[in-house]
């Protein structure tokens, strides 16, 4: 019990969430660079460009009602991630960011092109980006750190 705690609190640490965030800023830019080399050149190293005009697992929509649907979120996340109390859940902010960043992103690639660039294929799934990722990631996070570490801080302290 006390190794697990000891992770949770090195994630929790200042330094752990400074180096994340910076990482997921990292993968946010190579996102960005590798859509515009793709949108440039159409193919690059392995990586081949598709235009996905849906949602999530190929959910069809009015396009406008996706921008509409896709910034209402963004703003959302963004006002929770700026007034809400959350210095003390640095795991749960660097999730939020991750799902914004990725969000983000993908929302930029809906309102000036005709899709989500998507440029890495996996067999028997679908075509994804690194946005797809973040957002993916982020959610694990979150729910990672509402069941783990919601339930560690709860449990009574054995004498």
């Not at 609190?9 to 080399?37: G, Q």
């Not at 697992?57 to 996706?66: T, V």
Request: hydrophobic share 55%.
């Amino acid at each position: 019990m006390s190794t697990k705690r000891n992770l949770i609190d090195k994630l929790n640490s200042f330094h752990s969430i400074k180096y994340l965030f910076l990482l997921t800023v990292f993968i946010y830019m190579l996102d960005r660079l590798l859509k515009e080399l793709l949108l440039w050149k159409q193919s690059f190293f392995c990586f081949h460009i598709y235009f996905n005009p849906y949602l999530a697992f190929g959910i069809p929509l009015p396009s406008n009602l996706i921008k509409l649907i896709i910034a209402l979120i963004l703003i959302a996340l963004l006002f929770y991630l700026a007034y809400s109390k959350t210095r003390e859940q640095p795991l749960f902010v660097l999730g939020l960011s991750a799902m914004w960043l990725g969000a983000f992103s993908n929302f930029l690639d809906r309102l000036f092109l005709p899709g989500v660039v998507d440029y890495l294929y996996l067999p028997l799934f679908s075509y994804l980006n690194l946005a797809d990722i973040m957002i993916s990631g982020g959610v694990i996070l979150i729910i990672w750190r509402l069941i783990f570490v919601n339930k560690q801080t709860i449990e009574p302290k054995v004498r």
